[in-house]
């Protein structure tokens, strides 16, 4: 953990009202929800968890383009809904495996079906999808469905 991080978690009486300046946010007691968290360092553990988000989803990006080489190779298909099914089975069981439950089962397979758009897009012919390139022309449109559990 760096220096700047650690200050965020040792913050002084000038940073909480430096802090409750720019969020608009009432005295010190007041916005404390139980833990002593405030915006500030709600926002720096987001920025953390995306660290290791974005790298995971590079990750899988990567795992999706050798596969895509392997379907490429083999004239299969790319869309291949009964392996997304899997995966949208295996990410509502995890979401609602935690405590306290956070993401609903539509919630979690809405972000996974985005995501799994991008990937589709990775394992289109290169002509279609190279790295680098906008790729939110996805095969399958993105419909998301209604927010209910
Ligand atoms: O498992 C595959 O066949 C993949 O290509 C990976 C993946 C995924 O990203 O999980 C991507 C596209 C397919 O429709 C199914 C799953």
């Given at each position: 953990m760096n220096t700047a991080r650690n200050f965020y978690h040792r913050p002084t009486e000038t940073t909480f009202a430096r802090r409750r300046a720019r969020h608009h946010i009432g005295s010190r007691e007041g916005s404390e929800?139980?833990?002593?968290?405030e915006i500030a360092d709600w926002r720096n553990k987001i920025d953390e968890l995306d660290e290791q988000i974005v790298a995971l989803l590079c990750e899988r990006a990567a795992a999706a383009i050798e596969i895509g080489k392997l379907k490429a190779q083999a004239a299969s298909?790319?869309?291949?809904p009964k392996r997304e099914q899997v995966v949208y089975d295996r990410a509502r069981a995890k979401a609602a495996s935690r405590?306290?439950?956070?993401?609903?089962g539509t919630q979690i397979q809405d972000i996974y079906e985005r995501i799994m758009d991008v990937m589709r897009s990775l394992q289109k012919p290169a002509d279609t999808a190279q790295a680098g390139?906008?790729?939110?022309?996805?095969q399958q449109p993105y419909i998301p469905r209604q927010n209910q559990r």
């Open positions: 929800a139980g833990d002593g968290m298909p790319v869309y291949e405590q306290p439950e956070s993401l609903s390139e906008d790729k939110r022309h996805p």
